[in-house]
């Protein structure tokens, strides 16, 4: 794309009153597509909160309602200019459009899960709206968890979302970029009549979401990246591009975000994220977006329990509408981790409201009123995201919950259309670019014009983190972005650059205190936590005295139990724990899955969490062991006895045979000398140390029983004692 093709403006719109004073009512974001004395330009500008949308007649003609009016017929385009207050929102919703347009990244598995007992029985009827949904509970059996062991939800801020509504706390203080990819699939082509207007229209939508990123977060929309497909499409997809196929009823929204995340996955680019701009919703769906996924670059193949598969990554579909840059701002709002604003449906069950699973007006009120950037249905006037989405996308992004380490400072940013002073963004070539003569009011820095420093300046603290209000780098050792934490260091300035070096953070696993009397912390994602403490965090307003803990260390999706839940009750969010909390005993979650677990791991895990239950099996198994040990004992001391027994009864019988005479030959008279007194046969006597040896070289000799035995009185013959006995 040449630079000069392309003329992308932002600003402010203003108000001039019969004195000829200006007062500034709005913003404006503008592509001028023809300079000169008929000029022609798209965009977006508002008035006191109204919006104001700009088309080309033949944009125009190919995206509006059908009670909308006709335009003349013109060889020549010209401009057609519409407010929100045109669109009578009791007419549309009268019409209803067979279910009006609906963002239905509800209907994600990877956004929701099935088995929240939380959802049982919650009817979210969105009949209306421009957004849209239908009933959750027609959704349910389509909700089924990827892995079908419960990791199957996205990145949201982690925490009860009324303490952190309107607070910005976590977003950028300084100016960051997200630069993103947009492909057009050739349903989206073939709706212009070049594809020039086609690239024209996709800058056009980008630049106007921008202005809301920017004025809201501090980040601005950049685009990296455009792929438009050709007008005419394959009878059968491509390899390549497997997304790239009409609007059939085999591949549906749903279906086409999956085909477009396994495509953006094997990009290996560095881009925020990936849009798909099509022209085939499915039924009332126009919208639909991977909740959370800012920053994930590769795709991951999961596979919920229907086994269908699911490709997770950085990516969203938009269909064509008239408004369709609201519809991408609100799509991107999911990727950024945003939850649906609360409507009157959701809030007739407190528990979705005090689980996160949507985003109420404040902390004393539930309906947001179908006012905001993230109302589920359509509403006209929308300009603005809800105090309640900005604290949940900034504090997602402040505790790592959404990853934003894709974001550029705004130095030397390469885009697709080129240098161009004044749309925000510092490219190559510029110094600074504050955004025109109305963005750069007040900044003494930046030269406006030539996106250029003034005389004297080395800096652009608008920019630059490192950077002092004089347009001087800061004095090294000055914080430029504090500690979150123990696990979240500060980073210093150098003195030497205006740059504010990387945010770093401890290794995930780093044990870690967070100044409370929680134990067993260790640090994931620049966060000092515990699977314990991220339930108490998320569910913080939900218990009466907070006193949940996670009851499910297998899986990456935050499950908590509580007294107050019940008996065995076990909530499963529609959120994920922190990229590097342990899992699976010696694994680590990343984007919602455990990976890196082992069996030894989880044989540990299991130990460590039932320790009670181990210190009870171990100590009867111990008392068995014990007792069998003991028993071994007793055994082996009652086999001594016995011997003893028997070696009494032996010398007993001798006895009574030496009393009652002998009836065999005469005892030699060698034996009569060792120790066999008369009339004693009591036992041998080991022979006196002082005797000779040669004194006992002489062995008695052996006595047979004789055949027939002996006859003695009392004797002990054959019958009494075996055949033979010896004597030594």
């Known amino acids: ?20 004073l200006s007062t500034h009512v709005g913003w404006a974001r503008v592509v001028v597509r023809r300079d000169g004395v008929r000029p022609l330009f798209e965009g977006a500008f508002t008035i006191m909160g109204n919006h104001h949308h700009i088309q080309m007649k033949s944009n125009y003609m190919a995206t509006k309602h059908l009670l909308d009016p006709e335009l003349q017929e013109d060889e020549d385009e010209y401009m057609a200019v519409w407010r929100d207050t045109d669109v009578s929102r009791q007419t549309h919703r009268d019409l209803k459009r067979s279910a009006d347009l609906s963002c239905a990244s509800d209907k994600l598995p990877f956004n929701t899960n099935p088995e929240h007992p939380l959802f049982r029985d919650l009817m979210l009827k969105r009949d209306d709206g421009y957004w849209g949904s239908t009933s959750i509970s027609n959704l349910l059996g389509k909700r089924q968890n990827i892995d079908g062991g419960g990791a199957g939800n996205g990145n949201s801020a982690g925490v009860n979302l009324k303490d952190s509504i309107g607070s910005t706390a976590g977003c950028p203080t300084t100016r960051k970029v997200a630069l993103i990819g947009v492909a057009t699939d050739c349903t989206y082509t073939a709706s212009f009549n070049s594809t020039d207007s086609v690239r024209q229209n996709i800058i056009t939508q980008v630049n106007t979401a921008s202005d809301l990123y920017q004025a809201t977060f501090n980040i601005t929309l950049g685009l990296r990246n455009l792929t438009i497909s050709d007008a005419e499409c394959p009878g059968t997809a491509a390899a390549q591009t497997p997304w790239n196929v009409g609007c059939t009823g085999s591949t549906d929204m749903t279906s086409r975000l999956n085909l477009f995340s396994q495509w953006r996955g094997q990009r290996g680019d560095t881009n925020a994220y990936w849009s798909l701009f099509t022209t085939c919703n499915t039924g009332a769906e126009v919208g639909l977006a991977w909740l959370g996924q800012l920053c994930n670059t590769g795709s991951t193949s999961q596979t919920d329990t229907s086994g269908t598969a699911q490709s997770v990554t950085g990516a969203n579909v938009i269909a064509k509408t008239s408004t369709e840059w609201q519809v991408f701002a609100h799509e991107s709002g999911h990727t950024f981790g945003a939850v649906h604003d609360c409507d009157s449906s959701t809030c007739a069950d407190a528990n979705t409201v005090n689980s996160g699973q949507c985003c109420p007006l404040s902390s004393s009120s539930c309906d947001a009123n179908a006012q905001y950037m993230m109302n589920p249905y359509s509403s006209p006037g929308i300009t603005a995201f809800s105090p309640c989405s900005v604290g949940n996308i900034c504090s997602a992004l402040g505790r790592n919950s959404v990853q934003s380490g894709c974001l550029t400072d705004n130095k030397g940013v390469v885009t697709i259309t080129g240098n161009q002073c004044g749309n925000g963004i510092v490219e190559e070539g510029e110094d600074c670019d504050c955004g025109g003569d109305e963005g750069c009011s007040g900044n003494t820095c930046c030269n406006p014009t030539t996106c250029k420093f003034n005389e004297g300046a080395v800096c652009d603290p608008s920019n630059e983190g490192c950077c002092t209000t004089q347009c001087q780098f800061a004095g090294v050792g000055t914080v430029c972005r504090a500690s979150t934490g123990v696990c979240d260091p500060a980073e210093t300035c150098s003195g030497t650059n205006g740059t504010c070096p990387a945010d ?164 030699p008279q060698q034996m009569q000398n060792r120790g066999y007194g008369p009339g004693n046969g009591n036992a041998w006597i080991s022979p006196p140390s002082q005797m000779p040896q040669s004194y006992w070289a002489n062995q008695p000799p052996q006595y047979e029983w004789p055949q027939g035995g002996y006859g003695g009185a009392g004797g002990v013959g054959p019958d009494n004692r075996g055949n033979s006995v010896r004597y030594a």
């Open 504 to 667: 770093t953070t401890a290794p995930d696993g780093t044990d870690c205190t967070s100044g409370n009397t929680t134990s067993g912390l260790q640090c994931a994602s620049g966060q000092c936590t515990s699977r314990n403490l991220q339930c108490k965090t998320l569910m913080g307003s939900y218990t009466s005295d907070n006193d949940t803990y996670a009851c499910n260390s297998q899986t990456c999706t935050i499950s908590c139990a509580s007294p107050d839940f019940g008996a065995n009750v076990c909530y499963s969010m529609q959120q994920n724990f922190l990229d590097g909390t342990p899992c699976g005993g010696d694994g680590n979650c990343e984007n919602g899955v455990c990976k890196g677990s082992t069996v030894g791991g989880e044989v540990k895990s299991w130990i460590d969490h039932n320790k009670t239950l181990v210190i009870a099996l171990a100590s009867a198994l111990g008392g068995l062991l014990l007792l069998a040990i003991l028993g071994c004992c007793v055994r082996a001391c009652r086999r001594p006895r016995s011997n003893k027994k028997m070696a009494g009864v032996a010398q007993r019988n001798q006895h009574m045979r030496q009393n009652r005479g002998w009836d065999g030959p005469p005892v």
């Open 1 to 20: 794309m040449q630079r000069e093709d392309y003329k992308v403006f932002q600003g402010r719109s203003f108000v001039v009153d019969e004195d000829g």
